[in-house]
Structure formats: structure tokens, C-alpha cells
């Protein structure tokens, strides 16, 4: 890894920092609106034939630009799926996954190397949380994918490994960035970020003004069954959390979204979603009149570590019909890339532990 000591991430530069670094260099303020977008289109300052070499060292004493380098590739055969297993310059590997709808290409980022909210069912967090993303990281991910595939990607889901609220400045900075006209311009409507509930943080998001999809990871309706599988939930209970939820609702008039994970003898009977139907309707509609809710059902994944079990076809759908009749539209998760367990955290933890069986 190259020395980075004392030099700014051009990356993690938003327009105005972008100015400020070359002013202290002594060049113009017009050359921002040269290389600007050009960065954000994978490009490093010596790259860029119109700024001139003596520009682009002059640049490189003092910020370095670094896109994360592909270290695994996978193809799914059965709908094209693309999962990228990303080398940061630090040497640590976070994943992405490329995605493709009738509406464009969508990519799934991480926001951090590892996680540290423990939930059961997931593999991003075993190992625990190494550390968070800078912005230019989080935005490399889609500048990366981008330019690897040749296409332009349209949508961003924030649920790849890492809580995005745990790294909260980074992410705000890093949704301004991507949002900018100068550079990749995704709308905001055109992203989602998913939480496992950080409370606090969603009460400050609101007050963002920023109007992204809010999901949360909510996987149970009662706080003793929630606690056992999301340890966050200790802190945060079910109660405060939607209490928060309510009062994004209210603040920015954006639908939430609620994620809930079919875990086979945990939180998959016809009680469960009597008891989950329930806790939205009583929780978020008095006095909010057709406030809509959405629950994105998931089949548990197939973690090796976890031993968790998904329920079968006619579970999963008298499931969801028992909320549909209780007025809270469900819908079921669609696996994408399942031949290349598309799902994130398992790749970086097979190279990792591959890489430790080696080293031993």
C-alpha cells in the first residue's frame, strides 16, 4: 500500500474540497469543473489528457485516488447476476452485487469491512467489524462496477455488508456525493439503505431532508424473539424503533419498508404473522390515516456458521397472505444469483478464512 499519510482522498473530496485542494496548489478553480466529473467516471488525475502531467503530479503530492480493484468475480448462469468481491488499498475486501431489472442496473454496497451488530442469520458479521468506509470507498464500489461491466448503474440498495448507520457521516457524505449533477447524478428516489434498526440515527436521518427509501430490518414481532436473533434490539426495542419510524413517516411523507427473514421454528408460524400484522397496524396507522407499509419477506440464507433453515413454499405464502389480509402488502423476496450465494458477507469470509487457513 502506498503512503497516504497526509493526502486527502480525491474521492471522498465533495465539489467544494475538490476547489479548495487545487486552490492550495496554486491552479484555478475552473480545473474542478475538469476533473471532477472525470474521477467520478474512473478516471485518476494522470489519467486525464486534458489537464496535463504537470497538473496531475502536482495533484498527487498532496491526495491520492484509489477505486477498489476486482480481486473475485462471479457470473451467475441463471439470470446474470454480478457479485464483485472488491480489494480496498488498505488490503481488506468488501463486497458488491450488480443486479439487473427491467429498470436498469442495480448495485448492492457495502458500508463498512465486517459489521458489528451480531445478528444471527448473517454472515457479514461474523468476525466482527475491522472498520468503516470512507466516502470514496462507498462511491468506488459503484464507479468500479460501473466501469468494469461498461454501463451505467441507475440504483443503489445500501444493504451489502456493514450497517450504514453505524458509519453515519461517511454515508451522508457519500449519498451527497453520488447525488451530484457534476458526477454520477443518482437520484436519491433511485436509492435505498437498509437498517437493522438504529434508532437514534433514523431520527436523525429525517432530518436530512434526504429522500431516499428507508428499509428496515425488523425480522420479528416481539422484542424476547427479536433480541435472540438482532442484538441491537437491547438497546433499541421494537417499540422505540417504530416510534422512529412513525416520526420519519411523518417528518419526510417517504414510505418505509420493512425487511423480515423466514427463519424455519423461528418466526415463520400463521401466529407470527397474526402478531407481526398486529404490531404494524396498531403501532403505525392510528392517527396516520392509509400510512402504506410493505413487508420484503427473505428466505434465510444458507450459512454454513448459523445452522438456520428457510420454510418451504406454502409457509412462505400463507405468511404473506395472512398479512395481505390484514391490509399490509407483501411481497417475497426473488433470490438473484443463487448459484453464486449472491448474498453478501459470504464471499469475503471464504477468501478470508482460506487466507488464514494458508498463512497457518
Do not use: W
Not at 462471479?74 to 468488501?94: A, H, P, R
Not at 438504529?198 to 429525517?206: E, F, K, S, T, V
Not at 434490539?233 to 411523518?250: P, Q
Not at 443463487?338 to 458477507?345: V, Y
Amino acid at each position: 500500500m502506498e503512503n497516504r499519510e497526509n493526502r486527502a482522498e480525491l474521492l471522498s473530496l465533495d465539489y467544494d474540497g475538490l476547489v479548495s485542494l487545487l486552490l492550495s496548489i496554486g491552479e484555478p478553480k475552473y480545473r474542478a469543473d475538469q476533473i471532477f466529473p472525470q474521477l467520478h467516471r474512473g478516471l485518476s488525475p494522470s489519467e486525464m489528457t486534458n489537464v496535463g502531467k504537470r497538473v496531475g503530479a502536482a495533484i498527487d503530492k498532496v491526495a491520492y485516488y484509489d477505486l477498489p480493484s476486482v480481486r473475485r468475480k462471479l457470473i451467475s448462469g441463471i439470470d446474470g447476476t454480478v457479485k464483485y468481491l472488491f480489494e480496498l488499498g488498505d488490503g481488506n475486501c468488501v463486497e458488491s452485487v450488480v443486479m439487473e431489472y427491467h429498470h436498469g442496473l442495480t448495485i448492492c454496497i457495502s458500508s463498512q469491512v465486517g459489521c458489528r451488530m451480531g445478528c444471527a442469520f448473517c454472515a457479514s458479521t461474523i468476525g466482527g467489524k475491522v472498520r468503516d468506509l470512507t466516502p470514496g470507498e462507498l462511491l468506488g464500489q459503484v464507479i468500479a462496477a460501473s466501469k468494469d461491466l461498461g454501463k451505467r448503474i441507475s440504483n443503489i440498495v445500501m444493504m451489502g455488508i456493514g450497517e450504514p448507520l453505524d458509519n453515519y457521516e461517511n454515508v451522508l457524505k457519500f449519498l451527497r456525493l453520488v447525488n451530484d449533477p457534476r458526477g454520477i447524478c443518482i437520484g436519491y428516489r433511485h436509492i435505498s439503505l437498509s437498517t437493522c434498526g438504529l434508532a437514534d440515527r433514523i431520527d436523525d436521518l429525517a432530518r436530512e431532508d434526504l429522500p431516499i427509501t428507508l428499509s428496515i430490518s425488523l425480522h420479528a414481532a416481539d422484542n424476547e424473539t427479536r433480541s435472540s436473533i438482532m442484538p441491537v434490539n437491547r438497546k433499541y426495542s421494537i417499540e422505540r424503533l417504530l416510534d422512529s419510524c412513525r416520526r420519519y413517516y411523518d417528518t419526510t411523507g417517504r414510505r418505509i419498508s420493512f425487511e423480515y427473514t423466514l427463519i424455519e421454528g423461528k418466526n415463520t408460524s400463521e401466529a407470527s404473522a397474526e402478531k407481526l400484522a398486529e404490531l404494524l397496524n396498531s403501532s403505525l396507522r392510528p392517527g396516520h390515516g392509509t400510512l402504506p407499509i410493505h413487508v420484503n419477506l427473505i428466505p434465510v440464507n444458507d450459512v454454513a456458521e448459523r445452522g438456520f433453515t428457510h420454510p418451504g413454499t406454502g409457509e412462505i405464502k400463507r405468511f404473506a397472505a395472512i398479512l395481505e389480509k390484514r391490509g399490509i402488502r407483501a411481497t417475497v423476496r426473488r433470490k438473484l444469483g443463487p448459484d453464486i450465494n449472491a448474498s453478501c458477507g459470504q464471499l469475503r469470509r471464504a477468501v478470508t478464512e482460506n487466507e488464514e487457513k494458508t498463512e497457518n
